[in-house]
Nanobody, 126 residues
Framework: QVQLVESGGRLVQAGDSLRLSCVAS????????MGWFRQAPGNELDFVGR????????DYADAVKGRFTISRDTAKNTVYLQMNSLKPEDTATYYC???????????????????WGQGTQVTVSS
């Protein structure tokens, strides 16, 4: 059993910065990548970005490129999402996800991931 717990979400103003954290615990057999997704009310789950656990290569959705940065601490099984220059349209519930293996869907697809956190709410006021 793998548990992912996100934290750090809160109400901020447009232009502010915020850092989310996600800690993975439990029976973690392997981590290929960790991803961040978000879902605004009435919208589908959207890919935000991902980081490869070995090497730390990152990839981002166009909507957040240049403003968001994903990093990880492999010793702590923790992934971070640093969000700068936040906009009201960034308001969403943010989820982290763990992908165990390389095989399967691209990392931008939710079906590529094996485990999910419960989400943390980020609200950006204008």
């Amino acid at each position: 059993q793998v548990q992912l717990v996100e934290s750090g979400g809160r109400l901020v103003q447009a232009g502010d910065s915020l850092r989310l954290s996600c800690v993975a615990s439990g029976r973690i057999s392997n981590i290929y990548a960790m991803g961040w997704f978000r879902q605004a009310p009435g919208n589908e789950l959207d890919f935000v970005g991902r980081i490869l656990w070995t090497g730390g290569t990152t990839d981002y959705a166009d909507a957040v490129k240049g403003r968001f940065t994903i990093s990880r601490d492999t010793a702590k099984n923790t992934v971070y999402l640093q969000m700068n220059s936040l906009k009201p349209e960034d308001t969403a519930t943010y989820y982290c996800a763990l992908r165990r293996n390389y095989f399967g869907e691209p990392s931008s697809q939710k079906d590529a991931y094996d485990n999910w956190g419960q989400g943390t709410q980020v609200t950006v006021s204008s």
